[in-house]
Each structure stands twice: as structure tokens, then as C-alpha cells.
């Protein structure tokens, strides 16, 4: 007798099945299986097997086997997730879950892209890709200063180890240093993003370690015997005991899943960690307040520090006259500076997309809105016609105060961005947004774009922040950490301040501590105001924080402000945060309370709050 969950998000019961004689060999915890249920046919997990049955009740057979799925450990953090983040459990382990079916036999076959890479006998592949020598041979350390980095992560397992690395230098060999120590089995590398996924995977291989990339490896990684490199996802990797985890750019919002359960692939590792006893190693340039709150930090010395950022030069626009928009003689003169020569290249962030995103009345001053809704309009690529944002409702671009059809920008968006910039630079701009092509800007030398160009470009020598304070207002509780991450990416771009490097800031609040931390290569500086904030407001990590959307959100609500010690508040129609001293009294209160019938989105440690 076994018990299941239903890959089913609506059903969060589990269900008795009995398993016919012809699948007892294939059936474990974890198993996928498909059942009968409520009559129709659905995918299932085995999460407990040698079950009693309930006095009185013939349970079902189960129809067939879908082949391995996640092992038991990974099934119990699936059930410690359903908790964490209030989601199904079935959502979790679809996630620790393969692609496609693998049976029993594929487990323990050497990776494929392996096959053609001659493996070095010390790692002890047998004919089939099973390994039958040593697991942990000596493989040569990196050198330089990651040892004494990973020396001090090591040392302290009851927690992890957060290391502040400056964003030019190599955080690879901080994976090097550690597989040197434990061996590729059981290692964990988590990157935010499927392209540095690739480029990592391709130099360890180079260096004869065995690598399982995920998810296309998922039975590999199951194996336990290769490094285990992916992204997001792969938190959930197969891997039965954790021996190590690094995760690089432990701060990046990649490892945060957007979609309902809102869960954090570093919680995930470091709650792995902690119940394996495995090292985990959070590397980051900016690491925010709830890490460092909850491990150990170390960095490397200042100096150190100092030479892995690039110059970061503040353009102060306080006293600038508004009519000269976004354009200040500093970065005129630093476009030219750079793109005349041959290979010059600059990077023009401005996080707003389209051409204008609010005009005024050139005669009378009046804002362009909506008549219908009075929201903001904005300039379509035609040029003649205005949307509205809001309710998409289309009209004539004329004043509706005045009907003069003379009206200025007053706040531009990257496409009417590009054309100016190329006009004044006289090299022809390539506009990057996250849904323009990715290959789109690669080559170009004057890239004019949303943060997303700050990932699709390779190199720069130097990217320019045209509106930074849009950032640092941002209306979310982490702006500030988020604004001195992205900084820290276009650093990497440039390089260091010895290879010429810049990063130039167009701002009117040029004092802000995200800027002082950036110029003076110190995250310290941003981390003990921001500390001190959410201890005063109680946010995290110093409490819990959730909100709830829809429909069914205020009859939820109303079920959670009986329980002690949480505060409910209705912040507008259908959307509700909810406030916890700590996550365990928070997570315990979403999990008792009955759900309503009525659509209903739970967001724990919510992005956008």
C-alpha cells in the first residue's frame, strides 16, 4: 500500500493506492505513477509506501509506473516547501522531477556530452559510466585567494557561508577550490542563469570533472558521481546526499520563482545543506541583508575588494535644467570618448520601455491622460496616436485642455532613447528589451536598453545608467539592494578600474548609500542602513511578510486575523499583507486556515512588496 499526490495544484489530500505485484519492482518513494482519480486517469508521486489501510476502504490499483522520480530527500523537501511557501506539494516535486520518463536502467550512464571527452582514469568511470574508483581524486586546487575563502566557509557548517566577492573577479574558482576538497560527487552549482549554466559546465569539463547539466541530465545527477550545474530548477536535483553547494550571485531575482508558490532556489539549497550537514557557499558582490543575517560572511581583503570593481562615476543632475531631459553634457562627452575609437562600446540603460511615457501640453502644461480612465498616456511608435497604459484605450495626440497638437516629453522610453542617443553620438544604437531577440545588440558598439541588455551583452567599456533613481525609488521594500545589484552586473561588464572600466550614474540624489557603496567598491555602506530600517519595520529577515491576491483573498484574510500574533491589513480591492514575527508562525497560520473556493494567489516573501 502506498500513498500519493496528485499532479493535481488544486488537491492538496493525499490518496492510498495499492500496488499490483507486476509494478512492486518499480515502485519506491518518489516514484511517478499514473492513478485513477475521481474518474479520470492523472499523473502521481509515491510519497510514503508500506501504509496501512483505512478500516473499511478498498483502495485502487495503481494503473501504471511513469518511471523514476525524485529520491525520498527530495520528497521530504517538496513537503518542508508545501509548508514554506503555502504552495501544493505536487508543484515542488513536478519540479524535482525529469523532463522525460527515465527508468530504473538509466540511472549511474555517463552524461552523453561526456561521451566524446576522454575522462582522466582518476575519476574512476567503469565501461558503462559507472564510477568504480576513488570518488574524491585530487584534482589540482586553483590556488590564489579562494582556498583560504572556502577554508573559512568549511569551517562552519550549521549555517551558510555567505562570501562577498567583487563582481570582476573569477567566483569559478571558488567552485574549483571546493570540488578540489570534496570531490565532484554530490556538488551543487547553482548559476541564475542557462547561458553562464553553459560557459561554467564547459570549463569544468575542460578540466576533466564530470558534470551533469540540468535538466537535460536529470538521471546523471541522480548517479550522485558528477557536479551538478543548473539553474533555478536544479535545487531540485536528484542528488541523493548533498556533500557541498555553491550558489554564484546568490542575490540575483532569477532564483526567486515569480509564479505561485513564490519559492527561492537558495532557501531551497540552504535548507538542503542544513539537513545533509553539507557546506553551502552563497557567493555574491552585493549580498543583501536577509543572507548575511542568517551565516557567516567573509570577503576578501579591501584591497582586494576595491581592485574587482570598476570606477563608478556619479553625473550629479540636481541643479540641471529639466528641459534638457535625459542627456547630460558628461555623457555626451563620454559617448564620444569612447565610441570613436574602432572598438569603443557603451551600454545605455533606461528601464522604461517605448517611446514617451508621459507628455505634457507644450501651450498650456497640461499632463497628456486618459479620458477615460485619466491613467497617463503614452506615445506609440506611429508618433500621432497616444495609449493609455492602463486601459489600453487609444486617442489623437492632441492636448485635451487646449486641442494644441504641440506636446513635449517629459519622461522618454528606451525606444525614443535610441534614436536620440544615436542622433548625438552619430553611431546607429541597437534598442535590447527582454522581448527583443537574443542575439539582439551582441555585436552592436552603442546598446540602448532595459536592464535586460545588461544580460545580453558580453563586454563594455562602459554602461550608463540614464535614469538611476527610478531604481533607487523604486516602490518596493529591497530597491536599494536591487539597485546596487544591478550596478554590480554592469561592473562585470566593464571589468576593473585598472582595465579603464566605467560605470556612469545619472542621478539627483548622488549621496544615496547604494551609490557611496558602489564609488567606494564597499557593500557595507548600503547594509547597515538598510539592516537597520527593517529591524525598526519589522521586515525580513527580522519577520515574515506574505500578501494574498484575488478574489478569495479577503474571506482568507479574515480566517488568518483570528490567529495570534499576525497582522492583517487590506492594502486595496482584492490584495491583503499579512505580517508574522517569524516565518514559522507565519507559515504554520497559512497552513491552517482552510481555503476558500474562490480563486486565491498566496505570496510568501513576496517580490514586489
Not at 496528485?6 to 512492486?24: N, Q
Not at 492636448?399 to 525606444?415: M, N, Y
Not at 527582454?434 to 552592436?444: H, I, M, Q, R, Y
Not at 480591492?573 to 491552517?592: E, G, K, N, Q
Amino acid at each position: 500500500m502506498v500513498r500519493v499526490v496528485p499532479d493535481v495544484p488544486a488537491i492538496h489530500r493525499r490518496f492510498d493506492y495499492s500496488v499490483p505485484g507486476d509494478l512492486e519492482p518499480e515502485i519506491r518513494i518518489g516514484s511517478r505513477v499514473r492513478v485513477e482519480l475521481h474518474g479520470r486517469r492523472v499523473g502521481a508521486w509515491v510519497v510514503e509506501d508500506d501504509v496501512l489501510p483505512t478500516v473499511g476502504v478498498t483502495p485502487k490499483p495503481l494503473s501504471a509506473s511513469s518511471g523514476l522520480g525524485p529520491p525520498p530527500s527530495v520528497v521530504a523537501m517538496a513537503e518542508w516547501a508545501a509548508w514554506r511557501w503555502a504552495g501544493p506539494m505536487s508543484s515542488f516535486l513536478g519540479t524535482a522531477s525529469p523532463t522525460r520518463v527515465v527508468r530504473n536502467g538509466a540511472r549511474g550512464r555517463r552524461p552523453a556530452r561526456q561521451a566524446d571527452m576522454p575522462i582522466p582514469p582518476q575519476w574512476g568511470w567503469g565501461p558503462n559510466g559507472v564510477g568504480e574508483g576513488d570518488p574524491r581524486p585530487a584534482t589540482p586546487s586553483p590556488g590564489g585567494g579562494s582556498v583560504s575563502l572556502v577554508d573559512a566557509a568549511m569551517a562552519e557548517r550549521s549555517a551558510p557561508t555567505v562570501i562577498r566577492l567583487a563582481p570582476a573577479l573569477d567566483a569559478a574558482l571558488v567552485v574549483l577550490e571546493l570540488i578540489h576538497r570534496t570531490g565532484p560527487g554530490g556538488v551543487l552549482v547553482l548559476v541564475p542563469s542557462h547561458t553562464r549554466a553553459g560557459q561554467l559546465a564547459t570549463r569544468l569539463l575542460g578540466a576533466g570533472i564530470p558534470v551533469a547539466l540540468m535538466p537535460d541530465m536529470w538521471s546523471e545527477a541522480s548517479a550522485g558521481r558528477s557536479v551538478v550545474v543548473g539553474t533555478r530548477a536544479a535545487s531540485w536535483a536528484p542528488i541523493p546526499q548533498l556533500r557541498a553547494a555553491v550558489v554564484l550571485d546568490a542575490h540575483d531575482e532569477g532564483y526567486r520563482e515569480e509564479r505561485s508558490p513564490t519559492w527561492s532556489a537558495v532557501d531551497v539549497v540552504v535548507e538542503r545543506g542544513r539537513r545533509d550537514g553539507a557546506p553551502v557557499l552563497l557567493v555574491s558582490p552585493c549580498p543583501p541583508v536577509v543572507m548575511t543575517e542568517s551565516g557567516s560572511v567573509v570577503t576578501t581583503p579591501r584591497a582586494v575588494e576595491r581592485r574587482g570593481w570598476p570606477t563608478v562615476e556619479i553625473v550629479d543632475r540636481t541643479g540641471d535644467d529639466p528641459r534638457t531631459g535625459l542627456f547630460s553634457e558628461r555623457l555626451v562627452h563620454l559617448l564620444h570618448s569612447v565610441l570613436d575609437r574602432p572598438d569603443g562600446r557603451v551600454v545605455s540603460i533606461l528601464n522604461r520601455t517605448g517611446r514617451t511615457r508621459l507628455l505634457a501640453c507644450t501651450l498650456c502644461g497640461a499632463l497628456a491622460r486618459c479620458a477615460r480612465c485619466g491613467g497617463a498616456v503614452a506615445q506609440l511608435e506611429s508618433g500621432g496616436t497616444l495609449q493609455c497604459r492602463r486601459c489600453d484605450e487609444i486617442r489623437p495626440a492632441v492636448c485635451a485642455a487646449c486641442d494644441s497638437t504641440r506636446l513635449k516629453s517629459l519622461r522618454i522610453g528606451v525606444t525614443r532613447a535610441t534614436e536620440e542617443l544615436s542622433a548625438l553620438s552619430g553611431v546607429g544604437a541597437v534598442e535590447v528589451t527582454g522581448s527583443s531577440d537574443p542575439t539582439e545588440g551582441v555585436g552592436a558598439r552603442l546598446v540602448v536598453g532595459t536592464e535586460a541588455a545588461l544580460h545580453r551583452v558580453p563586454r563594455a567599456d562602459a554602461v550608463v545608467f540614464l535614469d538611476f533613481d527610478q531604481h533607487l525609488l523604486a516602490p518596493r521594500f529591497a530597491a536599494g539592494e536591487e539597485a546596487l545589484a544591478l550596478l554590480a552586473r554592469a561592473a562585470r561588464l566593464v571589468g576593473t578600474r585598472q582595465g579603464g572600466g566605467r560605470v556612469v550614474v545619472q542621478t539627483r540624489m548622488p549621496d544615496h548609500e547604494v551609490l557611496q557603496a558602489a564609488t567606494h567598491a564597499d557593500p557595507t555602506v548600503l547594509a547597515g542602513p538598510e539592516r537597520a530600517l527593517r529591524q525598526t519595520l519589522g521586515l525580513p529577515p527580522f519577520g515574515a511578510l506574505a500578501m494574498l491576491k484575488g478574489p478569495g483573498a479577503a474571506a482568507f484574510a479574515e480566517g488568518l486575523g483570528s490567529i495570534h500574533g499576525l497582522s492583517v491589513s487590506r492594502l486595496e480591492t482584492d490584495r491583503w499583507s499579512v505580517r508574522a514575527p517569524d516565518h514559522r508562525v507565519m507559515c504554520d497560520a497559512l497552513a491552517a486556515v482552510p481555503r476558500p473556493a474562490e480563486r486565491l494567489r498566496v505570496e510568501v516573501d513576496p517580490i514586489d512588496a
